[in-house]
């Protein structure tokens, strides 16, 4: 299998270079480590303390591609420095490889690498000075933790600081990240709020509008074309004033008008009378006492949005609106008479069954329609109840 080799930085090329001249340049002027006769000088000459600096050398280009492996060339190298007069520039860049592979190499390297040079140091300071008796033997220790020791710690405390400025990053990504997730949230969850408010207040009077202006249209009677435009005229002037309302609230009190009040069960007869004189055949029992102020607001629409259904769907008979109060909930519920009709009164666009299931879930209570039978015949109803205390979550104007 073939063994695809990693090309070294530039910077990794750099400093082996660097390396490499300087030991040449000492070599060139007879600088060494040790003299001729130093008695650790195994090989005489200058010659053979070439080979450790080109080795060291090439271990630079692995400082950070492989940096356990340069460290362990490196060592070798540096062992076989020692048996000639040495170079400055191989003990150099020995120290730069042992920093490397504290600062590119694994996690277990980091860790382990400062504590074996730290005891390392320790006993090449201890055991010859026990051996010697003489303070100079204390400077192996020194020499040696100046090797092996210093940069395993410098490399170790760089690279806490740059696993830490990393980590500060990511979490500032994670927080805006989450910022906008948040934000995207929220918009998408004030749309889905206004969409339900523009529904719920426009479809109502709109929906009357289109059936009695269909009913003048078809209808010769000038006396019943006259009242369904009063009827028309009515709905016109009461949605424009919904609408001047919810301009208010969206323009945050920027207009010098106060909005109007928002809608309460207070004003589900006014609701009632209005859904007769569009031409619906309604009974409202409502027994309640007071309820909070979200749980009023969803009541509210969607007993109007039931009603709307019903003017647009609705069979001939009797619309029954039921509301009642319990200890901790708010149960209502609109029966309607369902079938016989194939076609709507005016057109709908689906969203009415929604919104009321969303205002219902954004209070944590319940929500279904649908068709039941009844002693009449067939009823469509619309039931929902609503937590009356220690509500979580509310929708608010």
């Given amino acids: 299998m ?13 400093v ?10 000492l070599w060139a002027f007879g600088l060494g480590v040790r003299k001729a006769d130093d008695p650790l000088v195994l090989l005489d000459g200058r010659g053979p303390l070439l080979v450790p600096l080109a080795v060291i050398a090439c271990c630079e280009l692995l400082r950070r591609t492989a940096p356990r492996t340069a460290l362990l060339t490196g060592t ?4 076989a420095d020692v048996v000639t007069q040495g170079s400055i520039a191989t003990i150099v860049m020995y120290t730069d490889l042992m920093y490397a592979a504290v600062l590119y190499g694994t996690p277990a390297t980091a860790r382990r690498l400062p504590w074996i040079t730290g005891l390392l140091t320790i006993a090449a300071t201890l055991v010859p000075y026990a051996v010697w008796r003489v303070p100079e033997a204390l400077l192996i220790g020194l020499v040696i933790g100046a090797v092996t020791f210093t940069p395993a710690s410098t490399g170790l405390i760089v690279r806490n600081h740059r696993d830490a ?18 934000r995207a949230q929220a918009v998408t969850a004030e749309r889905a709020r206004m969409a339900r ?53 969206l323009r945050d009190g920027s207009d010098d008008r106060e909005p109007s009040a928002t809608p309460t069960l207070d ?12 031409g619906l055949d309604v009974t409202l029992d409502a027994r309640y006492d007071t309820v909070p102020a979200p749980v009023e607001l969803a009541a509210y629409r969607i007993v109007q949005e039931s009603l709307t259904n019903a003017l647009k ?17 708010l149960d209502i519920r609109v029966s ?62």
């Fill in 197 to 249: 408010e523009l529904h719920d207040m426009v479809a109502n009077h709109l929906s009357a509008i289109a059936i009695h202006s269909t009913a003048a249209l078809s209808l010769e009677d000038e006396r019943t074309s006259r009242e369904a435009l009063g009827v028309i005229r009515e709905n016109s002037v009461q949605g424009l004033s919904e609408m001047r309302r919810l301009i208010g609230i």
């Fill in 313 to 329: 769907h609705a069979a001939p008979g009797t619309v029954t609106v039921r509301l009642r109060r319990h200890a901790d909930a």
């Fill in 336 to 397: 309607s008479p369902y079938g016989g009709r194939d076609t709507p009164r005016a057109p709908g666009s689906g969203a009415g069954l929604v919104g009321m299931r969303e205002r219902a879930a954004l209070l944590d209570g319940t929500f279904d329609a649908g068709p039941e039978s009844g002693p009449d015949g067939g009823l469509w109803v619309v039931r929902a109840t609503l937590p009356a205390t220690d509500i979580p979550r509310g929708e608010t104007e």
């Fill in 16 to 25: 082996a270079l660097a390396g490499l001249a300087g030991g040449l340049l």
């Fill in 165 to 182: 400025a990393e980590s500060a990053r990511l979490r500032a990504e994670q927080t805006a990240l989450l910022a906008e997730m948040d």
């Fill in 2 to 14: 073939a063994v695809r080799l990693t090309r070294p930085p530039r910077f990794d090329v750099g």
């Fill in 267 to 278: 004003s589900l007869g006014a609701l009632v009378e209005g859904a007769r004189a569009n």
């Fill in 76 to 79: 070798l190298a540096l062992a």
